[in-house]
């Protein structure tokens, strides 16, 4: 009884939400950090952190979603940093595992999601790398669904100074002189050498389980994005937390340094 009564308040509430929303100012680009999964497992008793990962994983699709339905163009999810490489293969392996699992997810047929693995993929095990490739291969072309970057192997450092490598490499290869392109150097080099193709800024970084920081997500793309901070391992976040994220953006008033 107490459950459906909890339910039912739940659903009075997101309507709630849903009509604060309406005509409110929405991010284009959300990034999130998807952390808590071993946190939750342990918190659930539950003795195999790898359990928890998988429950975070079944999260994803109910996130995109939800982003579809509040019409969100563009979200980028991390699930692994290039840090968390140097884990011992035992706990790596399994989780990069699953993490292919869910961009296989993702791709499969009827699905409307375009989707993208952005970072360092020749950091991973050579089969994984070849599984998120073709998964997301298969995704090209895709229209009317979130677009959709899954952040694997990922820093926000390593993408810069691999975005500076790939500007100079193209001007090189393409018979320029390197000293008149470093006086000629702009952002917008960069930008246009980031992982993803979209490229688009960041409006709101979500991320959840309580920790307060970035650890080097999205570093360029999030210079003037809000940031919001939510209490609720991963695993267990909803709908109702995502839309008061977005409540929590609507009302902010975005200066860009100004």
């Not at 946190?39 to 994983?57: L, N, T, V």
């Amino acid at each position: 009884m107490r459950a459906k009564v909890r339910a039912a308040l739940d659903a009075l509430y997101m309507k709630r939400l849903v009509r604060e929303l309406e005509g409110r100012p929405r991010p284009q680009h959300i990034g999130i950090m998807l952390d808590g999964n071993r946190r939750w497992a342990k918190m659930s008793g539950i003795d195999d952190p790898r359990e928890g990962y998988r429950a975070g994983a079944a999260k994803v699709l109910d996130f995109l979603r939800w982003c579809d339905s509040a019409k969100i163009e563009h979200v980028t999810l991390f699930m692994l940093s290039d840090d968390n490489l140097s884990r011992p293969e035992e706990q790596l392996n399994p989780l990069i595992d699953i993490i292919a699992e869910v961009v296989e997810q993702l791709a499969a047929p009827g699905n409307p999601w375009p989707v993208e693995a952005v970072g360092a993929l020749d950091l991973l095990p050579a089969e994984s790398a070849s599984r998120l490739k073709t998964a997301t291969a298969a995704t090209q072309g895709r229209k009317g669904g979130t677009k959709v970057d899954v952040a694997v192997g990922y820093g926000g450092r390593r993408e810069i100074v691999d975005a500076v490598r790939s500007a100079l490499t193209e001007h090189s290869s393409q018979g320029g002189d390197i000293d008149e392109f470093i006086e000629t150097f702009t952002m917008e080099h960069i930008s246009k050498h980031l992982y993803s193709k979209t490229r688009s800024e960041s409006d709101l970084i979500i991320r959840t389980s309580g920790e307060q920081r970035l650890s080097g997500f999205l570093l360029w793309q999030s210079a003037y994005a809000e940031v919001h901070f939510c209490e609720t391992y991963w695993p267990d976040f909803r709908e109702i937390d995502f839309l008061r994220a977005l409540r929590s953006y609507s009302l902010r008033e975005r200066r860009y340094g100004r």
